[in-house]
């Protein structure tokens, strides 16, 4: 969500009770998630699904890697079975820890203790 202003944003944080992170934390954070995203889908037969590694490539923010993630498990899904894509989603998920408002985070599923 590129187009809220820091100062909006300190604001929302405010209001959810959460401390934001710097911005140098963020940056560095974005792109630790967008490497180990692309490091996931990177075969050893070169790139298969360019779209994907496009679009986690140019992602502008966090939130935009997030929503990313369900595209990550497709491929992951195709490449590996789901069993083995979903702990490979699960730790990217990790990774977003802090980062995000409470709003946009997983919450936990009975279906998957």
Not at 23 to 33: F, V
Request: hydrophobic share 35%.
């Amino acid at each position: 969500m590129s187009w809220i202003t820091p100062s909006l944003r300190n604001s929302l944080y405010g209001l959810l009770g959460h401390s934001q992170p710097s911005e140098s934390l963020l940056d560095n954070r974005l792109e630790d998630i967008r490497e180990q995203m692309l490091e996931l889908i990177d075969g050893d037969d070169g790139p298969r699904h360019p779209h994907v590694i496009r679009r986690i490539r140019y992602a502008t923010d966090l939130q935009a890697l997030w929503y990313l993630r369900g595209d990550l498990m497709a491929v992951l899904a195709g490449m590996h079975g789901e069993a083995q894509a979903r702990r490979q989603v699960r730790g990217i998920t990790d990774m977003f820890r802090g980062l995000l408002p409470g709003s946009l985070t997983s919450r936990p599923s009975p279906l998957f203790g």
